[in-house]
């Protein structure tokens, strides 16, 4: 996609990863376990951690998409055993319909390899819904309230290979 980045995040990044997860979260909540509040309280040594271990660890990775020098999308991976599940799946507002979304989440599953490969959608989420189905996940018929607003459910699809 021309002009657009999509790599890891770098470990020095993490003001850069805080602030795009922030932006997420409050453009988005009804999309995410946790909240805006929750996420602002974290101290910043959490927040320098997190792309720590998610630049370089097996277990999990963080992505961002970069428009020039601005950070306009985020996903990340988190390995359980064999099972990986695509987590903070987010594209800019103003960048949405573009292809970005789709980047974000090619590299997610690559990030899995072999795994078995999980995502949660809100009910509400229909966008996100149709961009997952189209890459090739499909519903597993496991339902939960979400945590950060349980009037709401989140589905979980996994990817069918």
């Given at each position: 996609m021309p002009g657009i980045d999509v790599r890891r995040?770098?470990?020095?990044?993490?003001?850069?990863?805080?602030?795009?997860?922030?932006?997420?979260l409050a453009d988005?909540?009804?999309?995410?376990?946790?909240?805006h509040a929750e996420a602002l309280a974290r101290p910043d040594e959490w927040w320098r951690a997190w792309p720590r271990r998610s630049a370089t660890a097996d277990e999990q990775a963080m992505f961002l998409a970069w428009k020039g020098d601005e950070p306009v999308g985020i996903?990340?991976?988190?390995?359980?055993?064999?099972?990986?599940?695509?987590?903070?799946?987010?594209?800019?507002?103003?960048?949405?319909?573009?292809?970005?979304?789709?980047?974000?989440?090619?590299?997610s599953v690559a990030f899995a390899g072999d795994a078995d490969i999980r995502l949660s959608v809100t009910e509400t989420n229909a966008a996100a819904r149709r961009l997952y189905e189209r890459y090739g996940f499909a519903?597993?018929?496991?339902?939960?309230?979400?945590?950060?607003n349980p009037s709401l459910l989140v589905h979980e699809l996994a990817l069918r290979r």
């Open positions: 995040v770098r470990a020095e990044e993490w003001e850069v990863l805080r602030d795009t997860r922030l932006r997420a988005a909540p009804e999309a995410f376990a946790t909240t996903s990340g991976a988190f390995r359980t055993g064999d099972r990986v599940d695509v987590i903070s799946m987010w594209t800019d507002p103003s960048e949405r319909g573009g292809g970005i979304g789709r980047a974000l989440l090619e590299a519903p597993t018929g496991f339902t939960e309230p979400l945590r950060s």
